[in-house]
């Protein structure tokens, strides 16, 4: 793992996804991912868009699509943290956000054109933490969480989702 997260900035069921990040650098880690998400998307086949391996799975679109609304998540967490706000955040149900999302009407530019803005604002965002705001703990569905470790897991989030695809829908 080349982060920085120490123990007890994050819940264990993060893990995963922080040990898939990269970069020890979150902003670096984050431009790079930036790149990486338009040569994937750009690389799927369009008869692929709207796949979903199994009944009740998301569709590629979907997932793409999750990838996004995760990143607005953990980046206001990442905000609240870092100016230390101490007022508990509670979770979210992500499979409720899917339905609701419209992304299967959504073209590769539309997807493309949103997570650019999210990750342009979430590279902006975590440039501006300076390592003791990176460092500062809030609460997240009932468990500590820093900004770093937010920073970490989105990193570490795109990785994995990635990877679920090329294994289960290309």
Known sequence: MLSQV???EY???YGTYISKASHADIVEGLQSGKKEFTDFV???PL???SYAYADG???V???LQHLIDTERIFSYRALRFARNDKTPIVGFDQDNYVPYSNANNYSK????????AMRNSSIALFRSFTD???????EASGSPMSARAAGYILLGHQVHHFEVIEERYL
């Open 132 to 138: 003791e705001m990176l460092g500062m703990i809030g």
């Open 47 to 49: 008869e692929k868009w």
């Open 6 to 8: 120490k123990e007890g």
């Open 57 to 59: 799975k998301w569709s």
């Open 109 to 116: 530019e539309d997807i493309l054109s949103d997570f650019e």
């Open 61 to 63: 679109a979907e997932v």
């Open 42 to 44: 750009n690389a799927i």
């Open 11 to 13: 819940n264990p069921y």
